[in-house]
């Protein structure tokens, strides 16, 4: 049922959410297909942890209408979570327990037998690189290692779809590609990946399609390449440096169609 | 207030799941845990008890070590479930968040916070147990009937855990919990019988007490110490679970409101 190609995992429509009269999520339209990784890419602030959570059914919207895996959320959202997993933003592994323990009490919340959880925990381990380090206590761990930890564990229940919230925030280049290329892998298994981002090179890389929000909506969708081919010329000169602007008063604006200035870097067309 | 805050509870035995997490923590750390449970009330109990005891002559119809032993084992339940459900309860809801992370998987917030009332009610019961059985060993215990202080343990450990989630889902810090227990538990120490019988206070003071779970526990826990059904045990033990189910049904909308917004 789940995880055949091009079945919808997950539909978003016409998503609503307000907080205090500021309107975080104005009005978006998302639909996830089977095997395919869909990227939310955006500012710190744009919306995508508001919309990743009414997807979960962990907030309740203000209107709109979010099924996921076939289940409306948030009316059936606890038996969607059954087959779906999380990696979320903040670490929340349990400090008290060792790496092997936290695998083992969160694959109890699905309902698993002892037996089911201890079979899988190796391969659980292999995955995260973490075969070494099992009974290791969490905060001996670096933060690469508890991130992949985090993506373990919300592999115990062999979800078909999975939920990653800005999942290499924070983390040292070297780890990043780890993450990056057990996300391939796990593409490469048929499953179903939705992240956030506010990293544009991971979404180019990872994201079949992706869309990109900012301010509560969504700007633009497509394929990365699409949407650069479609949004952006061919050609972008990046100057930055001492005397930038003072280039760009003189020279940059007289010289090119476009140009953009973010802090200080310019970007010209 | 939005309508799904206000839901009834959905209760299901998903809630074990909760407790066995909490548990397998505390296995880890039982050795300390429960001579911190037992060291507090074991201490005033034989200090007062032994110490006022021996100029005291009989209180409330029996020796004072006994009459103070039945009111520490309720005491020492009220403040075991209302530590673990505050200062525990909001480190895991807001310090490791593990909340959060229960709640991603097929487990709601009812079972979240049914899981840490019971897990904080059977906390006190090893805390109340301990109790009852330092004044057994001791010669304090009158009758078998003393068996039934068990379960009554049990219930008053479940009604200070929803109150003291009810406080864990309001609190900005670890430090919004002395409120609760300067304001709340310590005078409910000295106005509930434990000490000295409730009859010693004035008129007015007395009815008020009778507003206080901890006034209901006391009221059964010494009777049956001492081999007497306590009169009106049915208004006690209604009293106890109203607590408990309105404390949890409180604690689980604010809860609600807290994390779910």
């Excluded at chain 1, 939310?40 to 979960?56: D, E, I, M």
């Excluded at chain 1, 956030?196 to 090179?201: G, I």
């Excluded at chain 2, 919990?177 to 120490?189: A, D, E, K, N, Q």
């Amino acid at each position: 049922m789940s995880g055949t190609p091009n079945m919808q995992q997950l539909r978003v429509s016409g998503l609503r959410k307000s907080y205090d009269e500021r309107e975080v999520v104005a009005g978006i339209d998302i639909e996830v297909r089977g095997g395919e990784c869909y990227g939310l890419l955006g500012p710190n602030g744009a919306g995508k942890t508001t919309t990743l959570k009414l997807c979960l059914g962990l907030s309740e919207p203000d209107s709109g209408e979010i099924t996921m895996l076939g289940l409306p959320v948030p009316a059936r959202a606890r038996e969607a979570r059954a087959r779906v997993g999380i990696v979320p933003q903040v670490d929340n592994l349990d400090p008290d327990f060792t790496v092997r323990e936290n695998l083992l009490v969160y694959g109890r919340y699905f309902g698993l037998s002892r037996a089911e959880i201890d079979a899988r925990i190796p391969d659980l381990l292999e995955f995260a690189g973490l075969a070494a380090r099992a009974e290791s206590r969490i905060q001996a761990l670096s933060g690469g290692m508890k991130r992949r930890l985090t993506l373990a564990r919300a592999l115990v229940n062999d979800p078909d779809l999975i939920f990653l919230d800005e999942p290499t925030t924070g983390l040292d280049p070297q780890a990043r590609h780890l993450i990056w290329s057990r996300l391939r892998q796990l593409l490469n298994q048929g499953k179903t990946i939705f992240l956030t981002t506010h990293f544009m090179d991971e979404a180019e890389r990872l994201c079949h399609r992706l869309a990109i929000m900012d301010h509560g909506r969504i700007i633009a969708e497509g394929a990365p390449r699409a949407l650069i081919e479609r949004h952006i010329e061919p050609q972008v000169v990046e100057v930055y440096g001492e005397g930038a602007e003072r280039w760009a008063a003189e020279f940059g604006a007289r010289a090119a169609e476009r140009c953009e200035r973010t802090g200080e870097t310019l970007f010209c067309c | 207030m939005s309508a799904m805050n206000l839901a009834l509870p959905a209760l299901s035995g998903r809630f074990i799941h909760v407790w066995r997490r909490n548990r397998l923590v505390w296995r880890k750390l039982a050795i300390p845990s429960i001579l911190g449970n037992l060291a507090d009330p074991m201490l005033y109990m034989l200090g007062l008890g032994y110490g006022l005891g021996a100029m005291l002559p009989e209180v409330g119809g029996m020796s004072y070590i006994a009459f103070l032993a039945a009111g520490t084992v309720c005491s020492s339940t009220m403040m075991s479930a209302s530590f673990e459900a505050m200062y525990s309860g909001f480190s895991r809801m807001h310090v490791q968040r593990t909340w959060d992370a229960i709640l991603n998987a097929p487990i709601t917030l009812d079972d979240v916070v049914l899981g840490e009332a019971v897990w904080a009610a059977s906390k006190s019961l090893l805390s109340g147990m301990a109790v009852l059985l330092v004044a057994w060993a001791l010669g304090l215990v009158a009758s078998p009937l003393a068996l039934l202080v068990v379960p009554l343990v049990f219930l008053t450990g479940l009604a200070f855990a929803g109150l003291g989630l009810i406080m864990t889902a309001l609190s900005p810090s670890y430090d919004f919990f002395m409120y609760y227990f300067t304001l709340f538990i310590t005078p409910m120490m000295l106005v509930c019988g434990v000490f000295f019988p409730v009859e010693q206070l004035p008129a007015w003071l007395q009815g008020f007490s009778q507003l206080l779970p901890l006034t209901h526990a006391v009221s059964v826990a010494r009777p049956l110490m001492n081999g007497a059904v306590p009169p009106q045990i049915a208004l006690h033990l209604s009293v106890l679970a109203l607590y408990a189910v309105i404390g949890f049904y409180l604690a689980l909308v604010l809860t609600r409101r807290r994390l779910q917004k």
